[in-house]
Structures are given as structure tokens and as C-alpha cells.
């Protein structure tokens, strides 16, 4: 069965609404700014001051930050070190530098010039080193598991800064509609304590002529207080409404905002299947967990790699040369060279066969996690279709009931006019009038609001 949504573009035929400033004359207080707002500029403000989502955004730098951290690793290093020393033979100091480079596959290269001056003259070498291993640590998918782990991280939280911004867009969305709703249930009881207050004085009058009772002008005065109250309640609701979204925009409080959004949304047809599938192919927290499940199996091979021995070659060539002046030590007369197999590994190595075993139960987790995360996103699908049919069906309905009320209450007054009747059908179909009224008010903007959660649990909300 299909349901109305939104068919437009996402800000497609929003009201426009110029903002603009006004200030009251000078005082001894600060004079209070209103801000005029469109719903599409409401959302703008938001998507560029909110304070959620500025941390969501510091949190991707930060992310990014750690990758080029892990990526360091396999940069061409520059260290330089110097070294003093005393004893009961000899003294001096030497200077030296080492340049390192480690390359993606594990290999490690070390340059080393050296010069040195002591009592017995002075000293200059060039120490070559490689480091190569053979066993645990060799292959790309090993030592780039740090800059892949961290390159994940980045994903992710480019991901969660998505889903933060469609957080904020349908909060807007929702505090501005809440504003809207309080600001027209405040006129909605103005008018009604007007009327109210007319009913009075007609039965003021029509008591001091024989045709209404006293019980009639204190049926009008009590209902005209209820709806006063009614009034002070919503214009408070408004108040706190309009701190809300202020809080959003992250606009200062003592401002006040007005904001305009339209009420009727252009519709379209989409079916429960079709929606399904869309929301399966564009919802982020279901690319997110493919992920995660790809990077657990990318963790459990690193894992089983380490269960190898370490065995590492390390070779080493050195040019080196004792002279009586600094120029005679840089000549490399000497050379010296060694080949090692180097090995050290736990015989049992029972922690990384127990890291291995936790790597398998991570993989199958956050399988399950996937289809879960499928399943709730399927779900969300269906309940926002229901919420939106169920809503149409209720705004039908309060449109007949408005109708009949109206109905109802022409009726009434007729007959209180010509004294064939009390006021109580009056303010009894008074009372009805404005109850179905502000019931349509609110499944009009409950409505609104939910297109706007449809399309995000369709994840098509706002564009990647």
C-alpha cells in the first residue's frame, strides 16, 4: 500500500522569509534583537553553528590527526644524537645523525654517520643497518594494520558527523514546527476568549431582559477562564518552544526568533518494498556496519599472522677510520660487515592464540550486529510509513470533525439568540471547535515532521 511523502527536493518550495533586525529605543537595559527565520535558513543556521555538531566535526580532525600519526611510521626519519663520556682511560664527545626508513612490507634501513673526538684522536664512521623480517611482522597487511585501523576510524567518523547532521536537520525541523504549533494554538485561544468573552456579555445581557439565567453567565465566566488559562499555558509552551530552537541554532536566548515554515508539503507515492530498498541502499548505519564486519576480518588475519615465530635477518656494513685530525677520520679505510638471524618468540604463545580465538568471536559479533542493524532499519522503514498513513487518516477525520463543530455551534448560538436554548450548546460546541482544531493543528505539523524522518530513515534526507 503506498503513502504520501515528500516529492521534492529537500528544501523545494520552502517559504522564503526575509530575517532581518529590530531594535527598540535605547534604555538602561540591552534592547533585544528579533530574528526572522525561514525553516530553510533555520536549517542552514543550524547545520553551520550547532554545538553537537561542531563536536562531531572536531571529532573527524581529531581521526584525521591519528591517521597521519600511523602514517609517520613510514616517513624517512631524521635523528640526530650526540653522545659525552668519562672514564679512567679515556674521555670525549661525538655528533651523529641516523636516518631511518621503514617500508610497508617491514623492512627497516638505518644510515648512520658518526664523528668523534677523544684523547686518542678523532673518530668518523657511516653504520648501515637492515632489519628484515622474515616470519611475524613481514607483509603489507601487518605493518599497515595501524594506518588501516586508524584510516577506519576516519570512515567512521565521517559517517557519525553524517548522521549527526541529519540529527540536527530533523530536530530544526521539529523545534521550528513546534514554534509554529504553540505560536497558532496562542492565536487559536485568543480567539476563542474573545468569543468567550463576547458570550459573557451577551448573557449579561440577555439575563437583564428575562431571557438567560445567572447560571448562564457563570457557565460563559468559567469557560472564559479555562480558556485564559489555556492561553497563559501555550504562550509559556511558546516561550520554552522558541528556547528550544534557539539552543539548536545556537542563537543567544535573549533574542527572540520568529520563524515560518509551510503547513501543506507537496506529496508523492512510494510503496513499502520500494521503500525498503532504498532505505537498504543509502543508510549509513548499514554501510557502517559492513565495515566494521570488513575490519574485523582484516584484524583476525593480523592476528593469525602474529601466531608466527619471529625470526628477523639483520644485516650491518660499516665504514670507519681513527686519524690525528678531523679530515683523516671522514677517509673509510676500515669496513666491517655481519649477517645475523635474529629470533626471540614465547614456545606457547598462548596470548596471541587466545587474541586469534577473541579475533574469530569479534568477526561473528559484529556479523550479528550487521543483520541486526539490517533489521532495525527495515523496522524504522515500516513504523514512519505507519506513523505517516495514520496521521492522513486522523488529519481526514479532524477536517469532518472541524466541519461539524462549525455545524454545531451555528446552531447553537440560533438558538440562544431567539431563547430556545441556554448557552451551554453554545460553549459546549465552543469548546468542541477548539479542541478539534488544535487536535488538526497538531496531526498537520506531526505530519510534516514525520516526511521529514521518513526520508531520514530512508537516508535520503540531506546529500553525503
Known amino acids: 500500500m503506498c503513502i504520501f511523502i515528500f516529492h521534492s527536493i529537500f528544501f523545494h518550495h520552502l517559504t522564503a522569509f526575509e530575517a532581518h533586525s529590530q531594535f527598540w529605543p535605547a534604555t538602561n537595559a540591552q534592547p533585544a534583537r528579533s530574528i526572522h527565520m525561514s525553516l530553510e535558513q533555520a536549517i542552514n543556521q543550524a547545520l553551520e553553528a550547532n554545538r553537537r555538531l561542531l563536536t562531531s566535526a572536531y571529532g573527524l580532525e581529531g581521526s584525521r590527526v591519528s591517521l597521519q600519526t600511523s602514517l609517520s611510521e ?4 631524521f635523528i640526530p644524537g650526540s653522545d659525552a663520556y668519562v672514564s679512567d682511560t679515556d674521555k670525549g664527545l661525538g655528533l651523529g645523525m641516523t636516518l631511518e626508513k621503514k617500508f610497508e612490507y617491514g623492512p627497516k634501513v638505518s644510515v648512520a654517520p658518526y664523528v668523534g673526538r677523544s684523547e686518542n684522536g678523532y673518530t668518523g664512521r657511516v653504520d648501515t643497518f637492515v632489519d628484515v623480517p622474515l616470519l611475524r611482522g613481514f607483509g603489507r597487511e601487518v605493518n599497515l594494520s595501524g594506518v588501516r585501523s586508524s584510516e577506519y576510524g576516519v570512515r567512521s567518523a565521517e559517517r557519525s558527523l553524517y548522521q549527526t547532521r541529519v540529527g540536527v536537520v530533523l530536530e530544526t525541523v521539529s523545534a521550528v514546527y513546534n514554534v509554529i504549533k504553540e ?21 449579561r445581557v440577555k439575563e437583564k431582559v428575562g431571557m438567560a439565567s445567572p447560571i448562564d453567565i457563570y457557565r460563559a465566566e468559567i469557560r472564559l477562564k479555562d480558556a485564559q488559562d489555556g492561553l497563559n499555558r501555550t504562550q509559556e509552551t511558546l516561550r520554552n518552544k522558541k528556547d528550544d530552537l534557539k539552543l539548536i541554532l545556537a542563537l543567544p536566548m535573549e533574542e527572540d ?11 508523492m507515492e512510494i510503496g513499502e518494498k520500494e521503500a525498503v530498498r532504498v532505505a537498504l541502499k543509502n543508510r549509513v548505519e548499514l554501510e557502517q556496519a559492513q565495515d ?22 639483520v644485516a650491518g656494513y660499516k665504514r670507519y677510520n681513527l686519524g690525528d685530525n678531523f679530515g683523516d677520520s671522514w677517509r673509510f679505510n676500515e669496513q666491517s660487515w655481519s649477517i645475523n638471524l635474529v629470533t626471540g618468540t614465547d614456545w606457547a604463545r598462548t596470548a596471541e592464540k587466545g587474541a586469534f580465538r577473541q579475533s574469530l568471536m569479534n568477526i561473528e559479533t559484529t556479523r550479528l550486529s550487521m543483520l541486526t542493524r539490517r533489521d532495525e532499519i ?10 505517516l498513513k495514520d496521521a492522513r487518516k486522523r488529519s481526514i477525520l479532524r477536517k469532518e470533525q472541524i ?18 436554548a441556554s448557552n451551554f450548546d453554545v460553549i459546549e460546541s465552543e469548546t468542541e471547535l477548539q479542541r478539534s482544531q488544535l487536535d488538526l493543528l497538531t496531526v498537520q505539523t506531526d505530519y510534516i515532521i514525520g516526511t521529514y524522518r521518513l526520508r531520514g530513515a530512508l537516508g535520503t534526507l540531506i546529500e553525503r
Open 403 to 420: 466541519r461539524q463543530s462549525q455545524g454545531k455551534l451555528e446552531l447553537a448560538r440560533i438558538k440562544f439568540n431567539h431563547g430556545m
Open 74 to 77: 613510514f616517513e624517512l626519519k
Open 292 to 313: 566494521a564486519l570488513r575490519e574485523s576480518e582484516r584484524q583476525s588475519k593480523v592476528s593469525e599472522s602474529n601466531l608466527l615465530p619471529k625470526l628477523n635477518l
Open 378 to 387: 527495515v523496522r524504522e522503514v515500516r513504523r514512519e510509513l505507519d506513523a
Open 257 to 267: 526568533i520568529r520563524v515560518s515554515a509551510p503547513l501543506v508539503p507537496e506529496t
Open 183 to 203: 505560536k497558532e494554538s496562542v492565536r487559536l485561544y485568543e480567539s476563542q476568549a474573545a468569543r468567550l468573552q463576547s458570550d459573557v456579555q451577551s448573557a
